[in-house]
């Protein structure tokens, strides 16, 4: 049993180590980073008050795909989170410890759900996440155990926020980086950059959480909308727009960072 294991275990390892599964993955991260600054231009035009497509990465294909060759740039972004996903499902059979097994699984489940609305978009469908999202949980909560999967669903969004802005103030996604050998201002910029991000993404997430609670709590479906419905109380309330602008930098800074992570991320 042991023997079969190891030998498993080596075959997924030259999976994983596959150069051309490597070149698609650092591909996606360029991608990944695009996706994150057109979705901070979104969050611009949330804050603005004018017309704005879904505020959340949905949204953000939608806009690459309404400009000139923005198919083949969606399609590229696909391929590249896809090849992403393969990369975190190879990790996560290799990895031993259960806590970085739950990581990468994490990873690969967004990274297809990413994927998921980019192939939508690209076959047309300009069908937004966020009223899926509003959809489904009006129909759970429309009985009690509905209610409590909305709530749990909304418990564990907002813990996300919070582990990621943690990751990104106590600089823990350094771990994941070959920045080593390179020059102090190349390493001060990929940790400012990954500071800034880790945060916004972890508010924006963390109030996202939060409205799911209150959506099961009140009975109030709308607010059940993810990133959408986040940065859109945020723009009703006194001084959103300024904190919007400063998620907005947060998730540019995020993009930035996503594409250092094309070059120094440990693949």
């Given at each position: 049993m042991s023997s079969l294991s190891s030998r498993a275990r080596g075959t997924v390892s030259r999976a994983a180590d596959n150069p051309t599964l490597e070149r698609l993955t650092r591909a996606g991260f360029i991608g990944y980073g695009i996706l994150h600054l057109l979705f901070a231009w979104v969050i611009v035009r949330v804050a603005s008050g004018g017309p704005a497509a879904d505020g959340d990465q949905s949204g953000a294909m939608q806009e690459i795909a309404d400009e000139p060759f923005g198919l083949v740039l969606v399609v590229a972004i696909v391929v590249g989170l896809v090849a992403m996903a393969v990369w975190q499902v190879l990790e996560m059979l290799r990895e031993r410890r259960p806590t970085e097994r739950l990581a990468s699984a994490g990873r690969a489940a967004f990274y297809l759900y990413l994927a998921f609305s980019g192939v939508k978009v690209v076959r047309g469908k300009k069908s937004s996440s966020?009223?899926?999202?509003?959809?489904?949980?009006e129909g759970l909560l429309a009985s009690s155990g509905g209610r409590v999967a909305v709530l749990v669903a909304g418990l564990v969004l907002a813990g996300l926020g919070g582990w990621l802005a943690f990751?990104?103030?106590?600089?823990?996604?350094?771990?994941?980086?070959?920045?080593?050998?390179?020059a102090a201002a190349t390493r001060r910029l990929v940790r400012r950059l990954g500071t800034a991000g880790f945060v916004a993404k972890g508010l924006a997430y963390g109030i996202a959480g939060v409205l799911f609670v209150l959506a099961a709590w009140r009975y109030e479906p709308d607010r059940a909308r993810g990133l959408d419905a986040a940065l859109r109380t945020l723009a009703g309330e006194p001084y959103g727009t300024g904190l919007l602008l400063v998620v907005a930098a947060g998730f540019a800074a995020y993009g930035l960072f996503a594409v250092t992570e094309a070059r120094f991320r440990k693949v």
């Open positions: 966020a009223d899926t999202q509003q959809d489904t949980a990751v990104g103030v106590t600089g823990r996604f350094e771990k994941h980086l070959r920045v080593g050998e390179t």
